[in-house]
């Protein structure tokens, strides 16, 4: 099968919010300020003149420019009307108990679940709007007419990817997933044309599931990558980037958001594999 064109998903407006935080560790210190006041107050930054802003965080008016063209926008101006109308489409939190950032220490239980609840429910609404049905239906067409399909992910990403190896097996397809990176690997290097390897990597920063990327991709197998950084190492070494959103807290070493927002992705691209192939799955 040939290769495909790398492509990461663009919705407008509504992902603009979800994208700047993704593409944050790729932004050079100034731009990362930029960022994260952008972050921080959307609406009020869709108020601020160019100038207001460059002050604010503290860095030069071209700097904004440049972050402006770093997230894909041709400009000032088109960052103040996509956040202004993704401000107007984000509602506040129904409870008051619910924290924005960390929840702080010793916090009572009644404000960590809800906090928890409206984060976890948060992260897989913003990773469902952002995912690009085009890019959906490549990576399961691809799923499709895989021989073999190759998963991994380490650490809390491998609970996602077994899942979804779990799934795709019970629809009778010939798929993997090593926990072990040295196993992982020396199956990665049995793909051929036509496989199919998939790594999933919230922060896209881990060593195994680059690895585990970049042999598929030297045998000539489809590489996908899922993850929250759309320019991360392990998104590089993927033909086809599939990009979540869940932001973690300090609190929660289990990714417990990004984790969710896998899980989603999973989801769909089981059951959009299920109904083409018209295979019922097997309870197990």
Same mark, same amino acid.
């Given at each position: 099968?040939?290769?495909?064109?790398?492509?990461?998903?663009?919705?407008? %407006?509504? *992902? $603009?919010?979800?994208?700047?935080?993704?593409?944050? %560790?790729?932004?050079?210190?100034?731009?990362?300020?930029?960022?994260?006041? #952008?972050?921080?107050?959307?609406?009020?930054?869709?108020?601020?003149?160019?100038?207001?802003?460059?002050?604010?965080?503290?860095?030069?008016?071209?700097?904004?420019?440049?972050?402006?063209?770093?997230?894909?926008?041709? *400009?000032?101006?088109?960052?103040?009307?996509? $956040?202004?109308?993704?401000?107007?489409?984000?509602?506040? %939190?129904?409870?008051?108990?619910?924290?924005?950032?960390?929840?702080?220490?010793?916090?009572?239980?009644?404000? @960590?679940?809800?906090?928890?609840?409206?984060?976890?429910?948060?992260?897989?609404?913003?990773?469902?709007?952002?995912?690009?049905?085009?890019?959906?239906?490549?990576? #399961?067409?691809? =799923?499709? /007419?895989?021989?073999?399909?190759?998963?991994?992910?380490?650490?809390?990403?491998?609970?996602?990817? =077994?899942?979804?190896? /779990?799934? =795709?097996?019970?629809?009778?397809?010939?798929?993997?997933?090593? %926990?072990?990176?040295?196993?992982? $690997?020396?199956? +990665?290097?049995?793909? !051929?044309?036509?496989?199919?390897?998939?790594?999933?990597?919230?922060?896209?920063?881990?060593?195994?599931?680059?690895?585990?990327?970049?042999?598929?991709?030297?045998? !000539?197998?489809?590489?996908?990558?899922?993850?929250?950084?759309?320019?991360?190492?392990?998104? *590089? +070494?993927?033909? @086809?980037?599939?990009?979540?959103?869940?932001?973690? &807290?300090?609190?929660?070493?289990?990714?417990?958001?990004?984790?969710? +927002?896998?899980? &989603? @992705?999973?989801?769909?691209?089981?059951?959009?594999?299920?109904? /083409?192939?018209?295979?019922?799955?097997?309870?197990?």
């Amino acid at each position: 099968m040939g290769k495909i064109a790398q492509v990461y998903p663009g919705h407008e %407006p509504g *992902g $603009l919010i979800v994208q700047i935080g993704g593409l944050l %560790p790729s932004l050079s210190p100034a731009e990362q300020r930029v960022a994260r006041f #952008v972050l921080a107050d959307p609406a009020g930054a869709a108020r601020r003149t160019i100038t207001d802003l460059a002050t604010s965080a503290e860095t030069s008016e071209a700097t904004v420019v440049r972050f402006c063209r770093s997230v894909g926008l041709t *400009g000032y101006p088109q960052l103040r009307i996509r $956040l202004a109308a993704e401000a107007a489409r984000r509602t506040e %939190p129904p409870d008051g108990r619910v924290v924005a950032g960390d929840i702080p220490p010793g916090a009572g239980l009644a404000q @960590v679940i809800a906090t928890v609840a409206y984060h976890d429910a948060r992260a897989v609404t913003e990773t469902a709007e952002q995912l690009d049905p085009v890019v959906c239906e490549q990576v #399961v067409a691809a =799923l499709q /007419r895989a021989g073999r399909i190759e998963v991994h992910g380490a650490g809390a990403s491998g609970l996602a990817a =077994l899942d979804l190896q /779990r799934k =795709l097996h019970r629809i009778g397809r010939l798929v993997s997933c090593f %926990p072990d990176g040295q196993t992982a $690997l020396a199956s +990665a290097a049995l793909l !051929g044309r036509g496989d199919v390897a998939i790594g999933i990597s919230h922060s896209g920063e881990s060593a195994e599931t680059l690895a585990v990327l970049e042999r598929a991709r030297h045998r !000539g197998a489809t590489t996908v990558a899922l993850t929250s950084f759309p320019r991360s190492p392990v998104a *590089g +070494a993927a033909d @086809v980037v599939l990009v979540t959103a869940g932001r973690e &807290t300090t609190y929660r070493t289990g990714a417990t958001a990004s984790r969710l +927002a896998q899980l &989603t @992705v999973v989801d769909c691209l089981f059951v959009g594999l299920a109904s /083409r192939s018209g295979s019922p799955a097997r309870r197990l």
